[in-house]
């Protein structure tokens, strides 16, 4: 409720920051870095990627942001990009965020499993 009181460059600002930090985090992720930071990022990135969409703008893929986080690749024409009307919005981060959940819960399935 409170973020529909906040202006449209605000929401631009703490998406594209948080897809940028989550975007540096998954380019290290092959090096072993540190997967809680990436699971509290991508939730943050997840939580503004919705006012975002809710706010009619297409989303930035996961891709577009570890380039941008991580390389410094400028997303010139992707950032505030209106969708069409019929257009369906696609949730990335959400989606990352299912996918990673879902791992870990079978990552802590299959470790129980091995104790037993």
Known sequence: MFLRLLPDSWIV???????????????????????????RWIKKLAKWEREYV?????????????S???????????????RDVDEEPIFHAGELLRIVGKLFREKKTSK???EK
């Open 54 to 66: 809710r706010r009619g703008y297409r989303t930035i893929s996961m891709s577009d942001f570890q």
């Open 13 to 39: 600002r703490f998406y594209l920051r948080a897809g940028a930090i989550a975007g540096d985090i998954a380019s290290y992720a092959a090096c072993g870095d540190d997967a809680g930071a990436f699971d």
């Open 112 to 114: 129980k499993a091995v």
């Open 68 to 82: 941008y986080g991580g390389y410094g690749v400028s997303l010139d024409g992707k950032v505030r990009a209106k």
